[in-house]
Structures are given as C-alpha cells and as structure tokens.
Nanobody
Framework: EVQLVESGGNSVQAGESLRLSCLVS????????MGWFRQAPGAERESVAA???????TYADSVKGRFTISVDDAKNTLYLEMNTLKPEDTAMYYC??????????????????RGQGTQVTVSS
C-alpha cells in the first residue's frame, strides 16, 4: 500500500520560509512523478510543483522563483522549500505521486496517490 505523509506545515509571517516534507512508503517502482498541490478554503486546487525521476521539474507561475521542489531518493522523501512566503500561499498542502510518464504534464491533484495534507498559514 502506497502511503504519503506530509510534515513541516506551520504558521509564519509574510517573508519567512518553510520546508515541507513528504515521506513515501510502499511505492515499489523506480520511475515516478511526485508533486505538491494546495487548496485554500473556498478556492480551487492548485498544482504547485512537480518533479520526475529524471529530474525534470515544473512550477506554477505563482511560486516560480520562490519555491523549490526536490527529492531525496535514499530517504524516500519529497521536499518543498518555500521562501518569501505571502499570505496568498496560505492553504493545505498535499503531496502526491504517480507512476505515469505523462504525469509531469498533469496537475499534481490528479496523481494516483496523495497524502492527508499539512497546513501552511502566512500572516501579513
């Protein structure tokens, strides 16, 4: 059974940084696409960033230059480094993983497996 567990969410002030982590277990394939998406109350889901096993990355325009996605394969952990946080970054953040090659071109909320989320709150 594939399980994803996020951590690192917190309440911070605008301009501060956070690093989210996502521990993946039970995923037995060497190829993957992993990503982060977020959802704020009353808002649509937004795919934030993704990375595949070849190292290709994609970012939403809203986070380019501020967020960095990375993977530590040895630790089975996905990260999202978030800098210069803004109040509009406030949301529940979810990690997700997919086996399909095309997944890097899909929004992360459409991936096969996802975690339960971690809350990020940014105050002005």
């Amino acid at each position: 059974e594939v399980q994803l567990v996020e951590s690192g969410g917190n309440s911070v002030q605008a301009g501060e940084s956070l690093r989210l982590s996502c521990l993946v277990s039970g995923y037995t394939y060497s190829a993957y696409t992993m990503g982060w998406f977020r959802q704020a109350p009353g808002a649509e889901r937004e795919s934030v960033a993704a990375i595949d096993s070849d190292g290709l990355t994609t970012y939403a325009d809203s986070v380019k230059g501020r967020f960095t996605i990375s993977v530590d394969d040895a630790k089975n952990t996905l990260y999202l480094e978030m800098n210069t946080l803004k109040p509009e970054d406030t949301a529940m953040y979810y990690c997700a993983i997919d086996r399909r090659i095309i997944a890097i071109h899909l929004p992360a909320y459409e991936y096969n497996y996802r975690g339960q989320g971690t809350q990020v709150t940014v105050s002005s």
